[in-house]
């Protein structure tokens, strides 16, 4: 059984938001005083309500479940600005109904992403039917209330529920939007500063506009009130939902104190339905327009992309369009082709390579291609048809494969040349080794001739065929021999081309060899080098054969062993008197009773192996005077080969 | 053996038993040793007469076989056997002090003309070792005043300038001299001065 303690704190954060809360109530109050204009009977009911945008902003920010201090902030306002128009319980009962009403708004908005700056027309769109439907839903509960509360006589109900609903809708769609970019003042200030001029003249045309406007009589100004719609929509499309935000509020601001000054204005309801009209035509489009301003950004920039890297491709790029044309090419296209064979328009591909067919579907290629001048070379050619209703109908790429296709016949010779050496060496050590085993009993039997030849001396007067006999029975033994050691000579006498080498290169390319091996093995291989080796005269086939053997010898090795890392060091130091490549692996080591004959032909610890590799490296290094020697491999643990080659080598021989 | 004796050391059976054949019916003694370490192991001073040793063998090849010989001061003359061509090995073998080498298959008349004459030099070796322990023994019973004037002797110093450099009468060195030259059994002044001269440089080579 688990026991949790746990101890119930406030969270500093919720402290911090503690406070936040309490000055959100604050300007709930202070907000609700200042726009409390043309009210129903003192009662909250007006036609300009910036306390709900504020609202919504804040459960937006601060989450849904802060709507306590909206009931809270809507029942404080009762009692400070209207000083308890109705009975205290009713009026608990609406400041409940607006706070759950607005809360769910903001639980809505925020699923829509809408706790963020508005960055799209859909999310315009959707705040605005929110904030129509959840104003409706408080405007009609806060008047029937009121109604059945007694605090309202029934017949005022639609007409208060019209005017409520579209003061807190004006409300919420001039505050909430600027609410939500508050985060961004900085950027704003700054785009200000940048454009005073502007934005003074638009200012100046608003102000004007609403002068003139305001100026009029109240039927007239209803009837022109469609003319702010050109500075405000100005403002919009320069600089997109903020800018639409800001001029909506000024306007609102405009009208208000209007409202407030003149006492002509015969319907501050009629005009907030017409603010409505312009805030949501303003807002819904400052949306589309940041959002369509950000895509041509994003756009610029990925073709920006694009183009530097086409621009830096090494690879030649072609675009070509339905008929087979050329419509454009990429810099390595020009260098690769020639200025004249791709830069001009309606050069057909089939110019530059012939026999390509783009409808085949794998899309790849190697064939060969003119180059230029003429040049034909190796190319691999990959394409992608192009799904956009644009004049290029494939994208094309070609690399010039000369180069690889060059060390790729190279490493093949290579390897050849390598391959034929080791065989050679293998047949040396073959005759070498029979020609050992069998001068034995043919050294015998020899012997036993001569001793025969003797002893049958004194029956030589019998039949002088005997000691003939014995003499031709001897010359064919020794005749056996002499074919041994020629065939031995022949092998050893190959002469070795000694030629100056760079050991290290040498080195690398033996491990490059390998180096597939290496990595399908999960091999860690490092090189030791000395910069400062003398140059060197050696048989360099010779050497390569060696450190080829001992190399996949340790590769073997360090697969046998699992578990422990595979790590297999080659190092090329300097003695005293000679140059050593020690190569150490981190295999389980050599049998302590093989080391004994290690180098002997015929000895091996491999299933499939012949036992020559260690014979064949050390006779040839023996035959130019240098040696290998094994030791056990103190780092790991493992096997230790030490290829010698003495300073002053004899030079060809 | 103390007789003249080929001591015959080769892994192959074949080889070893048909050269032991060859060897003792052209009339000489043998003995057989499988390996370096059989004839390492079984080696007695009294033998004389040679060593006749493969060099390609499993365990102790030959050269090493070399090495071990002079280490235990054994100077009993080595005849390598190599196989056609060694070059190599057959060098090292003759640098490491063997007398000659034999290639494998051998000539019965060179094989046995080289181990005679291998034998031979053994002969002379002793001859010359036994007569310098002789002459070692008689030293031995000098007493150091006769050393002191075998060594001036031998320096080239006069009668007058040895008792100078010993303090005592030139009579006195005669008599030294005569009882000198009675226990070494030598006669002649330059006996003595060529025997004082070996004795010196044996001293040397033995300090150094």
Redesign the interface.
């Known amino acids: 059984m688990v026991v949790v303690t746990r101890s119930i704190s406030i969270h500093p954060r919720t402290q911090h938001t503690l406070w936040q809360a309490g000055g959100y109530v604050a300007l709930y109050v202070l907000l609700d005083g200042a726009s409390y204009v043309r009210p129903v009977l003192k009662l909250g009911i007006t036609p300009w309500n910036p306390q709900a945008g504020l609202t919504v902003a804040f459960l937006l920010a601060f989450g849904p479940r802060w709507l306590f201090a909206t009931a809270l902030a809507a029942f404080c306002a009762e009692g400070l600005v209207r000083d308890m128009p109705a009975a205290w319980w009713l009026l608990l009962a609406t400041s409940a109904w607006i706070a759950a009403a607005y809360a769910i708004l903001a639980l809505a908005l925020r699923r829509w992403g809408l706790q963020r700056p508005i960055d799209s027309g859909s999310k315009a769109v959707t705040l605005v039917l929110g904030a129509m439907a959840a104003g409706f839903v408080v405007a009609a509960g806060y008047v029937l209330l009121l109604v059945v509360g007694g605090a309202l006589p029934g017949s005022m109900a639609s007409a208060a529920v019209a005017r409520y609903w579209v003061g807190d809708v004006n409300g919420i769609l001039t505050l909430t939007p600027l609410l939500l970019l508050w985060s961004r003042w900085r950027d704003g200030l700054r785009t200000v500063r940048g454009n005073v001029a502007v934005v003074a003249a638009q200012l100046g045309v608003l102000a004007l506009t609403m002068w003139f406007i305001f100026g009029l009589s109240g039927a007239q100004q209803v009837r022109f009130f469609y003319l702010l719609f050109v500075p405000v929509m100005w403002i919009t499309l320069r600089w997109g939902a903020p800018g639409a935000v800001l001029g909506v509020l000024v306007t609102q601001i405009g009208v208000i104190m209007a409202v407030q000054r003149n006492a002509q204005v015969p319907s501050l309801v009629d005009l907030q339905f017409l603010v409505l009209t312009l805030s949501v035509t303003a807002l819904v489009l400052g949306a589309v327009i940041s959002e369509r301003a950000e895509a041509l950004q994003r756009l610029a920039q990925r073709e920006a992309e694009q183009r530097t890297l086409l621009a830096t491709a090494p690879d030649a790029v072609l675009a070509v369009d339905r008929t087979g044309d050329i419509s454009s090419a990429n810099p390595a296209a020009l260098r690769l082709f020639g200025e004249e064979a791709v830069a001009q328009a309606g050069r057909p591909l089939t110019a530059i390579l012939p026999g390509i067919d783009l409808t085949r579907p794998d899309g790849r290629v190697s064939l060969e291609g003119l180059g230029r001048d003429g040049r034909p070379f190796p190319a691999e050619i990959a394409w992608a048809p192009l799904h956009v209703p644009a004049r290029a109908a494939h994208l094309v790429i070609v690399r010039d494969a000369t180069e690889r296709r060059q060390s790729e016949i190279e490493l093949r010779e290579r390897e050849r040349d390598l391959a034929r050496a080791m065989r050679f060496a293998v047949a040396g050590e073959l005759a070498s080794a029979l ?2 085993e069998l ?10 001739l ?2 025969t030849a ?2 049958a001396a004194p029956l030589a007067g019998r039949d002088e065929r005997l000691t003939a006999t014995l003499l031709k029975a001897m010359q064919e ?2 005749r056996a ?1 002499e074919v041994l ?1 020629r065939l ?2 022949f092998y ?1 006498g190959g002469a070795i081309k000694r030629e100056p080498v760079n050991l290290v290169a040498l080195c690398e390319a033996t491990v490059a060899n390998f180096r597939e091996r290496l990595q399908r093995a999960d091999i860690e291989l490092t090189l030791h080098t000395d910069d400062s080796l003398p140059s060197m005269r050696v048989g360099v086939t010779q050497l390569e054969i060696v450190l080829h053997n001992i190399l996949a010898n340790a590769i073997d090795a360090v697969c046998q062993r699992s578990g422990s890392p595979r790590r297999i060091l080659f190092a090329i130091e300097r003695t005293a008197d000679a140059v050593t490549v020690r190569i150490e692996d981190s295999g389980p080591g050599i049998d302590p009773e093989v080391v ?2 290690l180098f002997e032909p015929f000895v091996t610890s491999k299933v499939d192996g012949m036992g020559l590799g260690l014979a064949i490296s050390r006779s040839l290094l ?1 035959g130019q005077r240098g040696d290998l020697t094994y030791e056990p491999g103190h780092r790991w643990g493992g096997a230790s080969f030490t290829v010698h080659l003495p300073y002053g080598m004899p030079t060809d021989e | 053996m103390n007789d003249p004796t080929v001591f015959l050391v080769d892994d192959d059976v074949a080889v070893r038993d048909a050269l032991s054949l060859l060897i003792s019916v052209k009339g000489l003694r043998t003995a057989v040793f499988a390996s370096a370490e059989g004839f390492l192991n079984t080696y007695s001073v009294s033998w004389r007469g040679c060593l006749l040793t493969d060099l390609q063998m499993p365990g102790m090849p030959g050269l090493q076989l070399q090495r071990h010989l002079v280490e235990r001061g054994i100077e009993l003359p080595v005849v390598v056997l190599t196989a056609h061509g060694d070059v190599a090995t057959t060098r090292a073998a003759l640098k490491n002090g063997a007398l000659d080498f034999l290639e494998k298959p051998v000539d019965d008349e060179v094989l046995i003309e080289v181990l005679r004459n291998a034998i031979r030099v053994d002969e002379q070796r002793h001859r010359a070792r036994t007569s310098r322990d002789q002459t070692l023994q008689r030293v031995a019973k000098l007493t150091p005043r006769e050393l002191d004037v075998l060594r001036l002797l031998a320096e080239g110093l006069q009668h007058r300038e040895i008792a100078a450099r010993l303090a005592i009468s030139p009579r006195t060195v005669e008599v030294y001299k005569a009882r000198m030259m009675e226990k070494l059994q030598v006669r002649t002044l330059a006996d003595v001065i060529r025997l004082g001269a070996d004795m010196a440089r044996e001293a040397a080579i033995t300090t150094s």
Do not use: E, G
């Open positions: 020609a050992h001068n034995q009993p043919i050294t015998a039997l020899v012997s036993y001569q001793a003797i002893l033994a020794l021999s050691h031995r000579d050893r004994q004959k023996r």
